[in-house]
């Protein structure tokens, strides 16, 4: 266990911090992933992928959600860190040993039978993820993103070595689970260690009943929140089959490129920062303003680039093998910008003390989802399903989140103009690409040539929202 920080950092460096470390991530991710999906092919990568929504639908509420109330924790969060320890162990070992019962008929489900090892091996991140849930909060709250990145880095780093030689060796999908699960202890041991406090179990009953009213609706939302992210997966893998659900996905995971270089690192802090500023609603509400103009300047060009260019980027990285998943990137780049949106709109109701409100909204997108990408699915295969997930996520996020934020105090038209540049450059950034992709015989230079657009009209879009890096940091009262 690493001691506190007298004066931990500011907002300023934490951002800092955490887009190097989601940029460095990233560029592992997406070695890691050429190299498999070279390796195994769709089929064995969709096996991969119907274990990876399976884990990822238990991470959404693993803790119950307590972990968060580390963060907003009006006092010392140590006070209460050793009882959400506590519930965050008991309910994750729980949850992981139903899930490994369940693992075969969800493989089944999901249209490959085979997928059942995979699935029961992934589950064991389920309780090494509730062990470090208060560790992780408590280095979020103190803005400690350095510490956070060399877990992080060694995590994915570790993982992504194990995982190719496993795969070279003939592993198959099984390659990806057991990387997966070796450099998470490893990142256990890492985020313990760097953690502000020491590990500690406890049980203070005076605080039990406030701790499961803040997580428990926080986690049915979220379950909600993989619901409505994840059921496009769902109903690609049930649907249309395991090849099917390998070409989606990897789709899906540079769609979310976008998501994870801008709004996650950004995401990073933006809880604590709201939460510090919760009792002076004028400056949360620039807070907020501020980090929305941050996120649409620099990530919205980049999803534009994404659906004009989807063809020559999917067969020039992954070969012409996975051509089709280029049809479903197209659409889901779209999805990609209104997640940003809506992710950001998600942290900032929350601190507003809004969490009703977003279940409302969470549990009206599954509605409305649901059936339109298994319309979708049969209409017109992974193509339909994006284009569904698309809209639909195009409605909520003007008609839910615009309602929601304006019952708040946020001005919805002014937040709407901000929008506007960023929303025309990624429209132009879209149509350079898909012009270079049509005229460009060479993968390469149709990719290069729109690239450049896009990195000139973000750099464009990004100069005028440079102030907004500063009003977070003024908000964190750090450098």
């Keep these: 266990m690493v001691t506190a920080l007298k004066r931990p950092p500011g907002a300023k460096r934490a951002l800092g911090w955490s887009v190097m ?11 890691i992933g050429v190299v498999i999906a070279r390796v195994l092919g769709p089929e064995d990568f ?27 924790w009006p006092g010392d969060p140590r006070t209460i860190a050793p009882t959400v320890t506590t519930i965050s162990v008991a309910a994750s070992v729980l949850i992981a040993v139903l899930a490994w019962i369940a693992a075969p008929a969800f ?3 999901m249209g490959d039978e085979s997928a059942a090892g995979v699935v029961q091996l992934m589950v064991v991140c389920v309780p090494l993820n509730g062990l470090v849930a208060t560790a992780a909060a408590l280095l979020q709250r103190d803005f400690l993103q350095g510490r956070r990145t060399i877990a992080d880095q060694v995590n994915t780093w570790l993982g992504a070595v194990i995982s190719v030689l496993l795969a070279l060796g003939g592993l198959g999908a099984m390659s990806l689970a057991i990387g997966r699960v070796a450099a998470s202890v ?26 499961l009213r803040f997580g428990l609706p926080l986690a049915a939302a979220s379950i909600v929140v993989f619901l409505v992210g994840y059921a496009d997966q769902l109903v690609v893998g049930a649907a249309l089959g395991a090849q099917a659900l390998g070409f989606y996905v990897l789709a899906a995971n540079l769609a979310g490129w976008p998501v994870s270089m801008f709004s996650q690192p950004v995401r990073a802090i933006t809880p604590a920062v709201f939460a510090r500023l919760q009792s002076d609603p004028t400056h949360l509400d620039s807070a907020f303003r501020a980090t929305f103009r941050l996120l649409t300047a620099a990530a919205l060009p980049v999803c534009g680039f994404l659906a004009g260019g989807a063809l020559p980027i999917i067969t020039f990285v992954y070969g012409e093998v996975w051509a089709p998943a280029a049809l479903a990137l197209q659409w889901l780049a779209v999805t990609a910008a209104v997640r940003i949106c809506f992710e950001l709109a998600y942290d900032f109701l929350s601190v507003r003390h809004r969490s009703m409100t977003l279940m409302g909204i969470q549990i009206a997108w ?20 994006a284009f569904a997930q698309a809209m639909v996520g195009v ?8 309602w929601a934020l304006a019952s708040t105090g946020v001005d919805v038209r002014r937040l709407a103009s901000n929008a506007l540049l960023p929303a025309i450059s990624a429209l132009v950034v879209g149509v350079a690409a ?6 460009v015989e060479a993968g390469v230079v149709a990719i290069l040539g729109g690239g450049l657009v896009t990195v000139a009209v973000a750099a464009g879009t990004i100069a005028l929202s440079r102030g907004s890096i500063r009003v977070l940091s003024r908000g964190s009262g750090g450098s």
């Design 107 to 109: 493989a089944v489900a």
């Design 395 to 402: 409605v909520i996020l003007v008609g839910g989140y615009g």
């Design 186 to 211: 490893v990142f256990v041991v890492l985020l313990l260690w760097f953690s502000p406090a020491p590990l500690r179990f406890g049980w203070d009953r005076t605080i039990v009943g406030a701790l």
């Design 46 to 72: 969709g096996t991969y992928a119907i274990a990876l929504v399976a884990l990822t639908a238990i991470l959404s509420f693993n803790e119950l959600g307590v972990s968060l109330a580390i963060i907003r």
């Design 21 to 31: 470390n989601t940029a460095m991530s990233k560029v592992g991710t997406l070695l």
């Design 434 to 439: 898909w012009v270079f992709a049509q005229v």
């Design 366 to 385: 599954l509605v409305l989802l649901v059936p339109a990408v298994v319309l979708g699915s049969q209409v017109a295969g992974i193509a339909g399903v």
